[in-house]
């Protein structure tokens, strides 16, 4: 299986081995793996996957489904098998950037994963370049450019959501960082693939759909909490955001 970080944060545990993962992260898993998935709290993150059959018979139609279950007919059939790989020895761990080739080829296959445009000489002949795109990654000494490092966002993730009822600007956040602002722009879109504004207007948005549906708070009160002092501004912002108004929302999710 090709796993890979489109999106936010979390942890994966393969065969009982964690790792803390984030965006370009990029893993192909043994055949018969165990993954289990951890997303972070504040910023989940959001997968994509690949399930590669190394070697299915030509005596059966091929079946474009994944026997999670042992119990499941095709977990144990004798026409779909693992073969060794030589560039391959268990887990593979990559980071990924998403204009490079095995990026792109990867979600090319999900697109058409997803269309059922599922042509099963076309799905051997993608599976194949697939494996080799992977190989030419691999021994090419795969070394992207250095990300920021997880620790930097939590830390700027931290100090944004204990903050939300004040004003965060751009220049203090990379102050705080003691980075440029470019540079938080690019550890922001790196975690959640967007700029730092949207960002903090999408948890401000979060947190007041949370006040709005939970308490009597006036909404007003509300923008006043997530740091929109200007009523007008923060019913524009809020159907910006949201597509309705705050007391659309709020009667649509009649509190308690």
């Not at 026409?79 to 990924?96: A, E």
């Not at 992207?144 to 600007?169: G, I």
Request: aromatic letters at 8%; glycine letters at 6%; one cysteine or more.
């Amino acid at each position: 299986m090709a796993l890979w970080v489109k999106a936010g944060l979390g942890a994966i545990t393969v065969n009982g081995a964690r790792h803390e993962v984030k965006v370009g992260d990029y893993f192909f898993l043994p055949w018969a793996h165990r993954v289990e998935y951890e997303p972070d709290r504040r910023h989940p993150f959001l997968l994509a996957g690949i399930h590669i059959v190394p070697d299915h018979s030509r005596q059966h139609p091929v079946e474009f489904v994944v026997p999670h279950n042992v119990d499941h007919p095709l977990a144990r059939c004798s026409w779909r098998r693992d073969v060794g790989f030589t560039f391959l020895r268990g887990l593979v761990h990559l980071q990924v950037r998403e204009d490079e080739p095995l990026w792109l080829l990867s979600e090319y296959m999900v697109h058409r994963y997803l269309a059922k445009d599922w042509q099963e000489e076309q799905m051997r002949e993608l599976a194949g370049l697939y494996l080799r795109e992977l190989e030419r990654t691999l021994a090419t000494g795969h070394n992207p450019e250095a990300r920021r490092s997880d620790a930097d966002f939590r830390r700027l993730a931290d100090h944004v959501t204990a903050n939300l009822n004040a004003p965060l600007v751009v220049g203090d956040l990379a102050a705080l960082l003691e980075c440029s602002e470019s540079t938080l722009g690019r550890l922001v879109r790196t975690h959640v693939r967007l700029s730092p504004v949207n960002w903090i207007n999408h948890l401000r948005i979060q947190r007041a759909r949370t006040l709005l549906t939970t308490t009597r708070l006036p909404v007003a009160r509300v923008g006043e909490r997530v740091g929109v002092s200007d009523p007008f501004y923060f019913s524009k912002l809020f159907r910006k955001y949201t597509g309705q108004s705050p007391l659309a929302c709020r009667k649509s999710t009649p509190i308690l």
